[in-house]
């Protein structure tokens, strides 16, 4: 079956900045997507579509794509971004699938 | 505002069924493709599936496919989960979203707890 393979953690001091990959073998045939869910919370929707932004998110967030791989990068990281970020795609049958996941730790 | 709002938390003998509703307000609902996904404690987001609201064709992740109906109450602007023959792995916290691609609203989630 198809996965998605993201780093279990990543850790950053504030105001540094936070890239998060998920790999996957469709990636280049399929979007992307990233969310952000908080202890208890669930998940929000933070970049669609490889890179275009939510209206609400802030700028400080954003998504790019190259080959098997996408990323959300985190520039200038603050406390409130510490969570657990997700990226979700689709296998060529419409199957969609999560990512394991990531921790991202504001130190 | 747009949201969903999800029913209350359950508790299920192994063996028996759950049925979860998630009541759309605040954009079209017949325009729109509904999935449930669902979260063991500490583990990550698995789909389950998704409904075409508008049509009712419905797609089934393989790992749910005999045991997972989703339907929707067009009149009610409601969709729903059911998902028999419980076992102790199904415990976990059930979330509708809308789709079809970005999941840009989700509901509160519901608890399904399986035991004996």
């Known amino acids: 079956s198809y996965e998605l393979t993201q780093p279990p953690s990543v850790s950053v001091s504030p105001g540094q900045t936070a890239r998060i990959t998920c790999s996957g073998d469709a990636l280049p045939k399929q979007y992307a997507y990233w969310y952000q869910q908080k202890p208890g919370q669930a998940p929000v929707l933070v970049i669609y579509?490889?890179?275009e932004r939510p209206s609400g998110i802030p700028e400080r967030f954003s998504g790019s794509s190259s080959g098997t791989t996408v990323t959300l990068t985190i520039s200038g990281v603050q406390a409130e971004d510490e969570a657990d970020y997700y990226c979700?795609?689709?296998?060529?049958?419409?199957?969609?699938?999560f990512g394991g996941g990531t921790k991202l730790t504001v130190l | 505002q747009m949201q969903l709002v999800q029913s209350g938390p359950e508790v299920k003998k192994p063996g028996t069924s759950v049925k979860v509703s998630c009541k759309a307000s605040g954009f079209t609902f017949t325009s729109s493709a509904m999935q449930w996904v669902r979260q063991a404690r500490g583990q990550r987001l698995e789909w389950i599936g998704w409904?075409?609201?508008?049509?009712?064709?419905?797609n089934y992740a393989q790992k749910f496919q005999e045991r997972v109906t989703i339907t929707r109450d067009m009149s009610t602007s409601t969709a729903y989960m059911e998902l028999s023959s419980l076992r102790s792995e199904d415990t976990a916290v059930y979330y509708c979203a809308r789709g079809p691609d970005a999941f840009d609203i989700w509901g509160q989630g519901t608890m399904v707890t399986v035991s004996s």
């Open positions: 979700q795609s689709a296998d060529s049958s419409g199957t969609i699938v």
């Open positions: 409904i075409v609201v508008g049509s009712g064709n419905t």
């Open positions: 579509k490889d890179s």
